[in-house]
């Protein structure tokens, strides 16, 4: 069964550093999505990507984050300048985007812990 | 503002009892709602889909009600066995041409042998 990976697992890091995660979406979907989820907290959306740039994105995606696809398989989020707030698990997930269907298929995460 | 609600508190129940989880929420006028399960440390997993023009969905032991006037949603596990222990996700998708789902904070389901 098809499924979206990310690596790493885990990654610790100092405040202040850049830190990017990867996303390997399923391979037919259209629509890639970040979402976080603090310790103890729900899943929050970060930002949405469609056609090779970003859909939407929410009040907390500021300028410190950003995304790519850099080629036709991975997806990344970087953070330019972790703050100890960024502590989080770092979801991708990715959806076919067909009209009779609306559910995301997520990855198993990716958690950040900055020190 | 708009909010989702889940019950905070765990739900604990014996094996094969039925398990009824709420979802509700204000100020959306959700397009679909959908429910999910995530196990600890794991990424949410979809489990259902309704529609707002749908009453009921059901699959094998899950069914899903959905009411719009009342603005709630119940999620429902019959025969309830301690596989099923995790928190399920309740998450609103809105008809306004954002892709995003805002998801509820979670119940968690503790099915006691």
């Known amino acids: 069964e098809p499924e979206v990976t990310q690596t790493p697992s885990h990654q610790v890091t100092q405040m202040g550093q850049e830190v990017i995660l990867r996303c390997v979406p399923i391979s037919n979907h259209l629509y890639f999505y970040w979402y976080r989820q603090i310790l103890g907290q729900k899943v929050e959306f970060l930002v949405s990507f469609y056609n090779n740039e970003i859909s939407e994105k929410s009040e907390i995606f500021d300028d410190q984050f950003s995304v790519e696809r850099p080629d036709g398989s991975n997806f990344t989020l970087k953070i330019r300048s972790t703050k100890l707030e960024d502590s989080a698990m770092y979801f991708c997930a990715s959806s076919s985007g067909g009209t009779n269907t609306g559910e995301l298929f997520f990855g198993e995460g990716s958690r950040l812990t900055v020190l | 503002s708009q909010k989702i609600e889940q019950n905070s508190e765990a739900l604990n129940i014996q094996e094969g009892k039925t398990a009824t989880l709420t979802c509700n929420y204000t100020?959306?006028?959700?397009?679909?709602l959908q429910w999910y399960r995530q196990d600890p440390g794991r990424g949410p997993v979809f489990l259902l889909l309704?529609?707002?023009?749908?009453k009921e969905k059901r699959k094998e032991r899950l069914k899903v009600t959905f009411d719009t006037t009342l603005k709630q949603s119940l999620f429902h596990i019959t025969a309830s066995q301690p596989a099923d222990s995790a928190t399920y996700l309740c998450?609103?998708?809105?008809?306004?041409?954002?892709?995003?789902?805002?998801f509820g904070s979670g119940t968690r389901l503790q099915v006691q042998p």
């Open positions: 100020n959306y006028s959700p397009a679909y």
């Open positions: 998450a609103l998708h809105e008809d306004t041409g954002r892709r995003a789902l805002t």
């Open positions: 309704i529609r707002e023009n749908e």
